[in-house]
Nanobody, 121 residues
Framework: VQLVESGGGLVQPGGSLRLSCAASGFTFSRSAMNWARQAPGKGLEWVSTIYNDGSTRYGDSIRGRFTMSRDNAKNMVYLQMNSLKVEDTAVYYC????????????????RGQGTQVTVSS
């Protein structure tokens, strides 16, 4: 299994970024996919999930600002992030097979190397 994130960078508060995750090595179309993030000194926070039927779930802190999507033909998932806040600064990861407790991922099967998102003026 390989998960490769891209699209991070430095953006001003209120700005937007689109993250991408290229997946390989498993049956992507049948798998739920997840985005998670980790800020310095904090745990791995669950951000969003997209299921194989395209339905989505979002964490409270980003609901209404972030949108997750997938392209099964390309084995890709995306995270469109709008109205970014300073507190969104973190390394963002594409993750599979998660277990979540109180919004924190406690176990997972695979995780990519991450992409840094920095929101700062």
């Amino acid at each position: 299994v390989q998960l490769v994130e891209s699209g991070g960078g430095l953006v001003q508060p209120g700005g937007s970024l689109r993250l991408s995750c290229a997946a390989s090595g498993f049956t992507f179309s049948r798998s739920a996919m997840n985005w998670a993030r980790q800020a310095p000194g904090k745990g791995l926070e669950w951000v969003s999930t997209i299921y194989n039927d395209g339905s989505t779930r979002y964490g409270d802190s980003i609901r209404g600002r972030f949108t997750m999507s997938r392209d099964n033909a390309k084995n890709m998932v995306y995270l469109q992030m709008n109205s970014l806040k300073v507190e969104d600064t973190a390394v963002y990861y594409c993750v599979t097979g998660i277990r979540v407790r109180f919004g924190v991922i406690t176990e997972y099967d695979y995780r990519g190397q991450g992409t840094q998102v920095t929101v700062s003026s």
